[in-house]
C-alpha cells in the first residue's frame, strides 16, 4: 500500500484562479451597491475607495489566522460601503434628497429614539426589501473572500504582467482617492462620522435659543407694533400636521372625512373662508414653521418672529402643542407667554391624541388676564403612524369598497398604500372633530361684541396613493405641499374672492397680522391674502403652474 511520502508539498486550497475569481464577484458586488446609492463620477470615487480590501485578496497568505482575518475584514468593508449606498438609496427613492441634504438633516435632528423606531415599523416593507439586499450582498462576500489567494511554498509561475500593472493602476489610484479630500469625505466612515456631527451641532443650535428669542424681542419692541381695534380680541391660529386637503370632503373629497367643518361652514356663511388653492412651500415641519412665524422671509433679512410681535403690540400669547418637539419649542413655543405642552412623550410618532388640548384651549379662552390674546394651537393631525392618530376602533373606512377603494384599485395603488389610505381618512375625520371643536370653541367665546377670529391651515401635506404608489412626506410631489387652510372671524365677512386666491403658507404671518388688527413698518399687503392689494407669486416647488389656480 503506497502512501504519501511526508515531503510531497500540498495543493493550496485556493489557486490563483480562484483568487481572481473572488477579486472579481466582491468587487462586482461593491460596485452594484455603490451604484445602487451614486450617480456619475461618483461611482468611480467611491470604487476607487473600496479597491484596497477587494484588491488585498489577490496577496497571498499563508497563516489560516490572516485568512479569516482577511475574510472579517473585507466581509465588515463590503456592507460598510452597502449600508452606506441603502441608506442614500433609500432616501433618494423615497424623498428624493442626498443625506446630508437639509431636509434630512432637520428631520434627523428632530427625531428621537422611539420615533426612529416607529418610522422603521411603519416602512418595514421597504426596510426588509433593503436589508435583504444588503445581507445578501454581505453573504457573497463573505463566502468569496475566503477564496483569496494562498501562499503556498510549492514554486510557481509569477502573475502575468498584465495582472500586476492592474492592480499597481488601481493601487495608485486608490492612494489618488484617499489623497483628495473631497474624494476622501466621500468614504462611509468619514461621511458617516461628520454626517453624526452635523446632526448634533444642529440639536445643540436649537437647544440654545435663548440668546436668538431675547435679540427677536427686542427687534419687536423696536418695531413698536400698534392693535387698531379697541375692545377684546381673540385670536386662534391652529396648525396642524401633514394635512392634505385633498383628503378632506371641505375639498370635495369622496369621503365624508370633515362633516363638522362642513355643517361649521353652512351655518357661519360668509365669516368662514375656505381657501380652495392653498399650498405649503415646505414639505416637512421645521422648515415649514419656520417660514411661518418669520414671514416666509430670508434670514438675511433678519425677519422679525409673529409671537414677538404680537406680544410687542399687547398681545398675551398661548402656545398649546400636542408635540414633544425641541425643535418647535425652542424656536416657536418659547416666544409664547404660556407655553403648555399637552404631550409629553418624545417624538412625533407618540398615541397622544389631539383632543387632550381641547380643556386647554378652553382655560386659555377662560382667561381674564388680558383683553386681547393670541392662542396657537399646533397639533399631531395625521402624522404617520395614521393608525394613531385616532381612537381605536373608530376608523369607518376599513370595511366597505367605495368608490374611493375603487379608484384606488384602478390606479394600481398596492393593498398597504390602500390600507394606509383608509386609516389616513380615519385620521381625518377624527382630526375634524378637533378642529371642529376649537372653532366652536371661539364662534362661543366672549360675548358677540368681542372680536374674535380663527385660522387654521396644515404644515404640509402628505402622499397616500395620489400621485404614486406610497404613503408618507412627499417633498417630490404635489401631494407633498396641498394644504387646506380656513379662517373665521365674527365681524367683516370674508369677500367671495377671498376663497378663490391661491394661498401660500409661508405668507401666514401677513394675513395673521391682519386678524390680528396689528399695524408695523414693514407691512407687505400685496402678500396678505386679505388684502386687496395681495398680489400671488408661485413659490418654487415641483408643482405645475397652472396647478396653483385650480
Known sequence: MNTPSAEAPRTPPSSRSSALLACAVVGATLAVLITLGHDGRRIAQLALLASPLVLWLAWPLRGVRMRRLRTLLVTLWTLG????????????????????????????ANTHARESAEYLWMHWRSAFVWSAALVTAGVIAALFARRGAIASDVPGRRPPRWAVALVGLLLLGACLAYASKPWRRLHPVLFWTHWSQSVQQQRASWADQQQVRER???????????????????????????????????????????????????????????????????????????????????????????????????????????????????????????????????????????????DCVQEALADTGSERKLIVVHLMGAHPHYSLRFPENANPFDDDVDAVETGLVNSGRSAWVRHFRQQYD?????????????????????????????????????????????????????????????????????????????????WTGWALMDLLHIQWNGQMPERNVLSDGYRWQAPAIPVAADAFLR
Open 216 to 358: 427677536l424681542a427686542a427687534q419687536a419692541r423696536t418695531i413698536a407694533p400698534v392693535v387698531t381695534h379697541a375692545g377684546p380680541s381673540t385670536v386662534v391660529l391652529v396648525v396642524t400636521d401633514s394635512i392634505n386637503r385633498d383628503n378632506m370632503a371641505l375639498y370635495g373629497y369622496g369621503r365624508p372625512t370633515t362633516p363638522r367643518l362642513l355643517a361649521h361652514q353652512a351655518q357661519t356663511g360668509p365669516q368662514m373662508a375656505v381657501l380652495k388653492n392653498a399650498w405649503s412651500v415646505d414639505a416637512s415641519t421645521v422648515p415649514a414653521l419656520r417660514n411661518m412665524f418669520h414671514f416666509g422671509l430670508p434670514d438675511s433679512q433678519q425677519p422679525p418672529h409673529v409671537l414677538a410681535l404680537a406680544r410687542a403690540a399687547g398681545y398675551k400669547v398661548w402656545w398649546i402643542s400636542n408635540h414633544d418637539d425641541i425643535a418647535i419649542e425652542q424656536q416657536h413655543a418659547r416666544h409664547a407667554d404660556v407655553v403648555d405642552m399637552v404631550n409629553r412623550t418624545p417624538g412625533r410618532a407618540s398615541a397622544s391624541l389631539d383632543g387632550e388640548i381641547l
Open 81 to 108: 460601503f452597502g449600508l452606506d449606498a441603502v441608506l442614500r438609496a433609500y432616501l433618494l427613492d423615497t424623498y428624493q434628497a442626498a443625506p446630508d441634504s437639509a431636509l434630512v438633516l432637520g428631520a434627523a
Open 426 to 506: 380615519a385620521a381625518l375625520l377624527y382630526h375634524d372633530f378637533v378642529v371642529s371643536a376649537l372653532l366652536q370653541q371661539v364662534r362661543s367665546a366672549g360675548t358677540p361684541e368681542d372680536y374674535r377670529a380663527w385660522m387654521y391651515l396644515s404644515d404640509h401635506g402628505q402622499e397616500v396613493g395620489h400621485g404614486s404608489d406610497r404613503a408618507g412626506h412627499s417633498p417630490s410631489t404635489a401631494s407633498g405641499y396641498r394644504i387646506p387652510t380656513v379662517l373665521w372671524r365674527n365681524q367683516q365677512p370674508f369677500s367671495s374672492p377671498t376663497a378663490q386666491q391661491a394661498f401660500r403658507a409661508d
